[in-house]
């Protein structure tokens, strides 16, 4: 495994949800193409309506197996719910049973059940795709309903996308981050050479924004950031770039509020496939300066 | 009455649909369950009168006592010990707090520390006892600090709770979803939009909530997600207009029913739809 | 002396397994002797999370001092450091040339993690 040549890897995540994120990560996959795109928002999973991605494989995800009481054996002691932490333990007219949805995988109730009535059971929590896009090679995934997303799904995303890149000796991996700055996030942040945050205007973006800078400084990864919707409200616009220059996080772009995105994304396009627009030609010139500054990156 | 705001996107307007919610109900309470990216206090300005850091368990090992064994490790599913010799290293940030390695330690060598995951804070903004949370920066688990802020806001005396949810479907959503009454989906009319729409209605469909949806933005793209509704039979609450002027509102930290007021009759709608719902139910 | 190396199939003749944490095996070689044996990584293949940690912690309990691998995460670094075990990172080819790289000094030991941790 060469370290020289490895794959650059920009991360677009955003700490609050619908400020654009996806559309932003599919117009730069339409300009870097041929490109790797990693879509590690597993939860509410959209890249793929944009660049319609044939599946080319398919693997199964399995989360943590989870407790299952034996029924045969339980003689309702009640042990496994005093000492279960997540009020996962089910009792119903002195049956005892697991619910999957809140169990957390720990398994101290099998452990010291004194009849050995509690086994596991595992789950196939979901899938996760190579697949064939239109910009080039894509890995994303399709999770269960209300499955636990530890991050290791994330992390598979991630390393697939990684490990394509080098297979096909492409230099970059666009990684599409989910909203938020918990589990999912950081598992989306590791290996990041840079971060865009795509934020909008408002006061919710911006709050959610310095959360978003502060997770990346507690990793150490460079912060970029575009602001969308920049013309709904000066004051705030305005707020953000003070903001900006204070945290030394550059503002790479500012994106007007349009409806294009909408219409393109109902036409399944991405912006800049999407008619000449104001705010396809915003984000080519935004392409270029993440370029010059990948450049600086080592 | 426990009504949940949810959304599988992010950015649909739950905090929009949460906050006129609690603000035509009058006398509720309101949790702000996004703990990753908490923004309802913004149109709020609650008066704060109490802060609680929380935390989850984590284990303290007393080498003095440690024989070496090696069971804690065993036990641990998360693989958050390691034992060398006779000392264990604890990778904090991996431990889910189950307390197994405590109940297994033989020599009592382990007690129960506290990891901080972040502070939780509530007060009174008008009539609406309000609470929130923030989960500290490079904490990766929001489940445990939703459910302190749920099990915390269950001690004030309003009837009425209504939660606001965090995106997604997994988790932190499920976490934050848990226990309601009632479970509306924000949603807006874009192909992102149905698509996370689906997402979240199977979830609190496996859950066991009953669910309607409010489309925001309505007229911003498609017909989408009103041909989804009707096909599976969902009721749609409320349509909010699609709207520079209430977008404009929002980024200046305006609640909607100050920005377009005649929304007020059409969320009271939503609410008594909701109660006879339940109650006829 | 005996030292561990991350390993694709269980003699020396195999590969090194660049991974630390999900390694197939772990070959124990001793480099006076010359006597070398396999030990399994099964368990850790599927591991959620911390794979890392456990992989140390068999490699101490194996009683090697020192470690060739292609890379070591930060968990696992510090798992190794405090068992005493000296990391080297890099390492690829067979099993057996990177035997003989560290008994020739050429390897160079790592101060610290070389690969991100991951949740």
Not at chain 2, 94 to 114: D, F, M, N, R, W
Not at chain 3, 76 to 95: Q, R
């Amino acid at each position: 495994m060469a370290e020289t040549g490895k794959a650059k890897t920009i991360t677009i995540i955003s700490g609050k949800g619908g400020t654009g994120k996806t559309s932003v990560t599919a117009a730069f996959a339409s300009l870097a193409a041929p490109v790797v795109v990693a879509d590690c928002d597993v939860d509410a999973a959209n890249l793929h309506l944009l660049l319609s991605p044939e599946v080319e494989k398919s693997v199964d995800f399995y989360a943590m197996p989870i407790a299952r009481i034996n029924q045969d054996l339980c003689v309702g002691c009640g042990l496994c719910n005093d000492l279960c932490r997540y009020e996962a333990i089910v009792v119903q007219d002195d049956n005892y049973s697991v619910d999957p949805l809140a169990c957390e995988a720990c398994l101290v109730c099998k452990e010291h059940c004194p009849e050995q009535a509690i086994g596991t059971v595992e789950r196939q929590a979901g899938y996760w795709f190579l697949s064939q896009a239109r910009t080039g090679p894509m890995v994303h995934a399709s999770l269960g309903i209300a499955q636990e997303n530890s991050g290791k799904l994330v992390t598979e995303v991630r390393k697939a996308a990684a490990e394509v890149a080098e297979k096909e000796k492409l230099g970059l991996v666009l990684v599409d981050g989910p909203p938020g700055i918990g589990c999912a996030v950081m598992a989306s942040l590791t290996g990041a050479d840079l971060v865009i945050a795509v934020t909008e205007a408002t006061q919710s973006g911006l709050k959610d924004l310095i959360r978003v800078n502060d997770l990346c400084n507690h990793f150490k990864i460079p912060i970029h950031i575009i602001v969308n919707k920049c013309d709904l409200n000066p004051e705030v616009t305005q707020a953000v770039r003070k903001w900006a220059q204070e945290a030394e996080a550059p503002i790479i772009g500012e994106i007007p509020y349009d409806t294009d995105f909408t219409k393109a994304m109902i036409e399944a396009k991405t912006i800049v496939e999407y008619k000449s627009s104001r705010i396809g030609d915003e984000l080519k010139s935004i392409w270029n300066t993440v370029l010059e500054t990948m450049k600086s990156i080592v | 009455m426990r009504i949940a705001i949810a959304s599988g996107k992010g950015g649909t307007g739950k905090t929009t649909a949460a906050v006129a919610l609690a603000r035509v109900m009058g006398s509720c309470v309101l949790v702000d369950c996004d703990v990753e990216a908490p923004n309802a206090h913004l149109f709020l300005n609650p008066e704060v009168q109490n802060t609680q850091d929380a935390y989850v368990m984590i284990p303290e090992v007393d080498d003095g006592k440690c024989t070496g064994c090696g069971e804690c490790s065993r036990v641990c599913q998360f693989n958050a010990l390691a034992v060398l010799g006779k000392s264990v290293l604890v990778f904090n940030e991996l431990c889910h707090g189950c307390g197994g390695c405590v109940l297994a330690c033989e020599p009592k060598a382990i007690t129960e520390g506290g990891r901080l995951i972040g502070t939780m804070q509530w007060g009174k903004a008008g009539d609406l006892d309000f609470y929130d949370a923030k989960l500290r920066i490079g904490e990766p688990m929001s489940p445990p600090l939703i459910k302190a802020l749920k099990h915390q806001a269950e001690l004030s005396e309003a009837e009425n709770t209504i939660l606001d949810c965090p995106p997604g479907t997994t988790c932190p959503m499920v976490e934050a979803v848990g226990g309601a009454d009632y479970c509306i989906l924000v949603t807006e009319p874009t192909p992102f939009g149905l698509h996370d729409l689906n997402m979240a209605y199977q979830t609190v469909q496996e859950l066991g909530i009953p669910a309607g949806v409010i489309l925001n933005r309505a007229g911003m793209g498609d017909d989408c997600i009103q041909n989804y509704c009707k096909a599976n039979g969902i009721p749609i609450l409320l349509e909010i207009p699609h709207s520079r002027e209430i977008a404009e509102g929002y980024a200046a930290g305006k609640d909607i029913l100050s920005s377009m007021p005649s929304l007020e009759d059409g969320f009271k709608k939503v609410i008594n739809t909701i109660s006879e719902g339940l109650n006829n139910g | 002396m005996l030292i561990c190396i991350s390993s694709q199939g269980p003699d020396l003749d195999s590969q090194v397994d660049p991974r630390f944490g999900r390694a197939a095996q772990f070959i124990i070689a001793d480099t006076e002797t010359g006597e070398a044996k396999a030990v399994d990584n099964k368990q850790n293949l599927q591991a959620a999370q911390g794979a890392g940690i456990q992989a140390a912690m068999t490699v101490a309990n194996a009683g090697a001092k020192a470690l060739l691998t292609g890379h070591c995460g930060p968990k696992a670094y510090v798992t190794l450091n405090k068992a005493g075990i000296e990391v080297y990172t890099g390492c690829n080819g067979t099993v057996a040339q990177a035997i003989e790289d560290y008994k020739a000094g050429k390897l160079q030991k790592a101060a610290g993690a070389d690969v991100e941790g991951h949740w």
